[in-house]
T-cell receptor, first 111, second 114 residues
């Protein structure tokens, strides 16, 4: 079983839609959870970084962690064409010497 | 903050040739990671350095791959000899000294081996 599994997509939505991106993980010891955004021909950039369970909001983005289900989500409200990118969930090992990445979900927001 | 700097951005080479990819991590970061990204396999960790010392190279696919970090501001990933199946985007990432520091990626080197 892989440490992190991500819904592969791709996902195509109209501008203004609410987007939900999801990952599951296998190790209940994981404490920190990250979302990276990767534009075409660029490196992944850190978008959201959360600790333990609960929600974290940053503008139109909300990261949600449900440790009981080992399930993490990223919600994008009022999606914009500029949100079109690949989104990767990432979970560091307990000592941060490994980062487990999901396979990425490619999102296309149509104007 | 200049971010993680990788060179070259693109490399096209013929099978059998030596390829060297370069990385300058963010100043003050003490951990450096090399990743390879393909459509089929996503992001794969190749090797991880901490304080310039290789800690985990279990992801290096074959002896044809080698990586060095001679000082805190420079690392190389070498492939010799290169093969078409090495074609991918290679990313370098660094993280800081603080506990629980996230990864910061460069913009990658797109390698094509013909």
């Amino acid at each position: 079983q892989k440490e992190v599994e991500q819904d592969p997509g791709p996902l195509s939505v109209p501008e203004g839609a609410i987007v939900s991106l999801n990952c599951t993980y296998s190790n209940s010891a994981f404490q920190y959870f990250m979302w990276y955004r990767q534009y075409s021909r660029k490196g992944p950039e850190l978008l959201m970084y959360t600790y333990s369970s609960g929600n974290k909001e940053d503008g139109r983005f909300t990261a949600q962690v449900d440790k009981s289900s080992k399930y993490i989500s990223l919600f994008i409200r009022d999606s914009q064409p500029s949100d079109s990118a690949t989104y990767l969930c990432a979970i560091p090992s307990v000592n941060f010497n490994k980062f487990y990445f999901g396979s990425g979900t490619k999102l296309n927001v149509k104007p | 903050d200049a971010g993680v700097i990788q060179s070259p951005r693109h490399e096209v080479t013929e099978m059998g040739q030596e390829v060297t990819l370069r990385c300058k991590p963010i100043s003050g970061h003490n951990s450096l990671f090399w990743y390879r990204q393909t459509m089929m396999r996503g992001l794969e960790l190749l090797i991880y350095f901490n304080n310039n010392v290789p800690i985990d190279d279990s992801g290096m696919p074959e002896d044809r791959f080698s990586a060095k970090m001679p000082n805190a501001s420079f690392s190389t990933l070498k492939i010799q000899p290169s093969e078409p199946r090495d074609s991918a985007v290679y990313f370098c990432a660094s993280s800081g000294q603080g506990a629980n520091s996230p990864l910061h990626f460069g913009n990658g080197t797109r390698l094509t081996v013909t």
